[in-house]
Every structure is written in structure tokens, then in C-alpha cells.
């Protein structure tokens, strides 16, 4: 590479000028006046005259030494490139050697393109080669960089501390609409999840611990050399990679917005209830942590730490907020609600989080994209639960409900209320611009029920309004008006139980529950003036002339008993106890009265088909939802 003989001559000029600014530098140091702003540029000051006293002398001793040096640090750094294993596994003292070569060939080019020689062409030359080893070396380095993070990366399964996160299986909500509930006879089977307001951030170490020194050595020695670019590109392809993979654990394939809207709603809803709880997981979890690796190895190397972390998060924060938007401006199904109000519920509980993650400029597009993807959550849960209130209002039936029992819209529409009622704070805030005419009013609250004015309680009140006017409706189809009577009882009952039994006591409050007793009870009541009245009036007393005879008063009653306990057996009334109640009231009315009559006009025993006992035992078998007959029944 040339002679390394030939030296430079000393310039006894620039010498003195050293020696008489390193005077006033140490003079000028020793001041105690000086700003903090002064001494640090009279430090940086000294430095340079330092670097270039060594430079000049290099220069007058030659560039062979430092060609020398060049060699030695090459031969280190090229001896891997015709090596196929990994320099990091073959543990931290090849490690540290490779480094030190790295960066011995950095500090020898900036000594090189310090000097200051002119037109000096061995001097360009070993620059020139100190650059390819550098950009060699820095090749490898990215190398070596990805198969670190990839080596030693995390891993979960299900038997890890994400198990619970993502073990999402089970209690799915509201799977049915108004009409497959109506169809199907639907049961309260629901359950929604046990789930806590707190949310809580939790760091776990995405890379194995021991290997963070190693990174953050590899990223000091690139930054340093001018290649922080490959190195932040490098990271963050591979920190990518690993959150796609840690998606892919939770469930959450990549589906574009048009793909989700064409999801059959039995898959789509399990896949809702994944992205509920991977939004959750990554989150709290996942984007916490890799933002606590980025700090670790990035911390202090200026911008590039927040701007690595959020190109590392980007793809699949989107990928989970398309997938977010594709529900919101889906239809507004009314079984669609609960998993809609999930969503909104996981967003809104950790909006804080996002805001702080990516607080950066370069984190903006998060924060939007996480914020309106909230609002139309928020917009289509609204538009949702006025569908479920119009879909009450218009359900309606051409034949009345066999037996008279519980209709399934009755069980559907308060057991999904019931569910709402979990629900309360977003309700609440959802629908506190979008007020409604209360429909059952409350006057005033009673020991201290407060709650029976808020938004939800007013809407939830407005709906079992809507719910009585169509059961209404529907107990018109009956051309008995027992029956309608039966119909209207059983649902009411049905509603105060679950109103009792339920959060829906608070928003009701105890004069709904009051009025609506009396209305049930209002519904026995005359159901028994409907049945039992005619069926009593044949017992009569009148024996004026041209009456008819006792004995066939006697007859006539019980072929009117035969025929309500036939029809009436039929009929159903599926709570125990107010069956039994409802039993008992009658009997006491009916056998009353019979036994009365009888033991009154001592009919004679042959006209009696029927014993006052013989009726209270048959009483017992109406309302059983089975038909009988006691046309072919003697008496003992």
C-alpha cells in the first residue's frame, strides 16, 4: 500500500499554537465563574487539541502504524465471513473480540479522515478500505443482530401466563336473534365473563434477559458508525415478526375488512371475543414489554427508540383496529350488542395506556386510528340498542303461544336487559346525550334508588313498556279470555322475578316491582272471575217455579268442571309457586262453594258425580302443560 518510510515534517508553528491554547484552556478552566454552556465547549475545545497532537504525531511518525492496525482489525472481522456459524454462540469472548475489531476499524477511519494532510492519496486509500471493512462488518452485524432476537425470543403456549388471556372458548354471549329466540324456545343460558375495571400493566421479558447486554452493544457499535438505519431496520423486521407470531397464538389471523364483514355471526362472534381479549392482552401485556426491550437497548440512543417501537407495533395494531372497524360498520343485529359493548369496554379501559405507548409524533396514527375506531364502537353500540328496542316493538305473531306460558320474547328480552345491566357505565355514557320518554315513570326514588333516573334505567324501563305492549297484542290472539288472562300473568310474573332477582332492581326500582305485582296478581285474579264465575253460577239456589230441577244443577256443574279441567290442563304455567298460589286460590273458591251446595240441598248421592275431594284432586292437575280428560273418570 506504499512506503510507510517517508515522514511528515513537523510544523514548529501549529506546535506553539497547541501549547499556548492549551494555556489558556487550563486557565480559563480553572474560573469558577464560568457558565455550564462554557465549560463544556472549553472541554471539547481541549479534546480537539488533544486529537490533534496524537494526529500530528501519527502524522510525523507516518501512516504505517495505522495501516497496521487496519490489517490486524481486518483480519479479525473477515476470519467470520468464511465461517458459517454464528459469532454469538460461540460465546461472549469471540463476541467481544469481533466488537473490539469493529469498532478499532471505526476509530481508525475517523482518525484517518481527521488528519489534516493534503492531496494525501495513501490517506484517501485507507480510508476508502477502512469503510469496506466497516460496511462488512456491519453486514454481519445485522446478521447476527436477527439471529439473536430470533434465538432467543420468548415463546407462549397454553400453558403459559397468557393462557388466561387468550382461553376464549367458552362463555360466548348472546349467540341468538330476537327470531331464533322466538323460534327456538330460548333459555337463559347466558354468562358473561367475570371481568375487572382495574387494568393493569405487566412487563414480561419478550427476549431471554442474559442477551440484552448483547444487543445494546450491537446497536451502540452500529449507531456509532453511522449505521443506526440498518440496525433499526434490521430489529425492527425481526421484532415484527414476533408480534404476528404472538397474534397468531391468540387467534387473530389477518383478515382484511371486507373478509370480516363476510363472516358467518356464529364464527365471527367467537372471533370477536378473541379480539376482545387479544386487544386486552396486547396491550397490557405485549406493547408494555416491547416498549420496556426498545428502552433497553434503544434508551439511549436518541429518537430512534420510540420511532423502532411503534414500526414494530404498527402492522398489527392496525390489523386489530381493521378488524374493529369491519364489527362497527357491520349491521346493527341486536345480538350483536354485547360483543360491540365488549369491544368498546376494552378500548375504552385503555385508551390512557395507548395515549402514553404512543405519545410520540411517530405514534399519532395509533392514537387516531384508536380513538375513532372507539367513537364508531361507541355510534354503532347506540344504533344497535335502538334496533333491539324496534325489533321488540315490531315482533309480532299470527297464532297466540300454545298453553298460555312464558314467551320466548318475554325470556329473551329480559335476560338480555339482565345482561345489559353489566354493562352500566358504557350504557350509561352511550346513551346520556340520547334521551327517551319514560315510559313507566318514577316519581321519586325510594331508600335512596337513585340510580332509577340514569340514562340506562330510563331506556331498560322504556323497553319492558314496549315488551307489555306487544305481550298485549299477542294475548289478543286467544279467543279464550281465561287463557289471555293466564298468558298476561305468567310474562308479567316472569318479568318481576328476573327484575328481583337481577341489577335490574336498581334501575327499576321498588315501585315498578309494586305495580307490577299488582298487575300479575291483578291477572289471577280475573282469570278466576273469567273461569270459575259461569261455572259457580250453575249452583244455583233458586227453586222458584220453572227453575231448573237441584240435580241438574248438580250435572250441569259438573259437565262444566269436565270441561275446564280438559282444557286447562293444558295450559301452563311454568313457575311453581305461583301455580301452586294460583291452585290454592281456586280450590278455595271452588270446593267452597261446592260443598256448600251440596250439603245444602242434600242432593241425593246418585246425582253427584263428583266428591268435594274428588275436585280438589283434580284441581291439582291444572296448569301442567298435558292435557286430560275425566269423561271416562267414576267415582269411587
Known sequence: ??????????????????????????????????????????????AHLTTMTIFGESSRGGLCDLEEQLKYAERKIMSWESDQSMIW????????????????VRNLAERLESLSLSENGKQRELIHHAHIVLHIAMARL???????????????????????????????????????????????????????????????????????PSLKAIANVMFASSYSQEFCHAFICARRDALDEFLIILGMEKHSIHEVMKMDWRFLNRKIKKWVQAMKTVIQIYLASEQRLCNQILGELGPANPICFVEVTKASMSCLLNFGQAIAIGSHRPEKLFCLLDMYEVLSDHLIYIDALFAEESGSFVRVEFHDLLRSLGDSSRATFVEFRNAIASYSSRNPFPGGGIHPLTRYVMNYMMTLTEYGNELNMLLEDHDVEDLDPVVEPENGQENIFCPMARHLRSVTCILEYNLDCKSRLYK??????????????????????????????????????????????????????????????????????????????????????????AWCIPDPRLREDLRISTSQKVI???????????????????????LEKYLLDLFEGSQRSLHNTHRR
Open 480 to 569: 279464550d279470555c281465561s287463557l289471555r288472562h293466564i298468558f298476561l300473568m305468567n310474562n308479567i310474573h316472569y318479568m318481576v322475578q328476573k327484575v328481583q332477582g337481577s341489577e335490574l332492581r336498581v334501575l327499576f326500582g321498588d315501585k315498578w316491582l309494586r305495580k307490577h305485582i299488582g298487575k300479575f296478581q291483578q291477572h289471577a285474579m280475573s282469570y278466576e272471575r273469567a273461569t270459575w264465575g259461569p261455572v259457580l253460577s250453575l249452583l244455583r239456589d233458586d227453586e222458584s217455579p220453572g227453575s231448573s230441577p237441584l240435580w241438574k244443577a248438580c250435572r250441569s256443574f259438573g259437565i262444566a268442571f269436565e270441561d275446564v279441567y280438559k282444557t286447562q290442563t
Open 592 to 614: 267452597h262453594a261446592y260443598r256448600s251446595f251440596v250439603g245444602r240441598k242434600r242432593i241425593c248421592d246418585k246425582y253427584i258425580k263428583y266428591t268435594g275431594d274428588d
Open 142 to 212: 445485522e446478521k447476527e443482530l436477527v439471529h439473536i432476537l430470533d434465538q432467543n425470543k420468548q415463546t407462549f403456549d397454553s400453558e403459559s401466563e397468557y393462557k388466561s388471556f387468550y382461553s376464549c372458548e367458552e362463555n360466548l354471549v348472546y349467540e341468538e336473534s330476537i327470531l331464533s329466540a322466538v323460534d327456538d324456545s330460548f333459555e337463559d343460558t347466558t354468562q358473561r365473563e367475570s371481568r375487572s375495571n382495574e387494568s393493569e400493566e405487566c412487563n414480561l421479558d419478550l427476549v431471554h434477559p442474559d442477551i440484552i
Open 1 to 46: 500500500m506504499g512506503d510507510c518510510g517517508t515522514k511528515t515534517p513537523a510544523y514548529e508553528g501549529e506546535e506553539h499554537m497547541i501549547a499556548a491554547a492549551r494555556h489558556i484552556v487550563k486557565a480559563l478552566g480553572a474560573c469558577k465563574n464560568l457558565t455550564d454552556d462554557a465549560r463544556r465547549i472549553l472541554a471539547d475545545l481541549d
Open 89 to 104: 454462540d460461540s460465546g461472549p469472548e469471540e463476541a467481544s473480540e469481533y466488537l473490539h475489531a469493529v469498532d478499532e
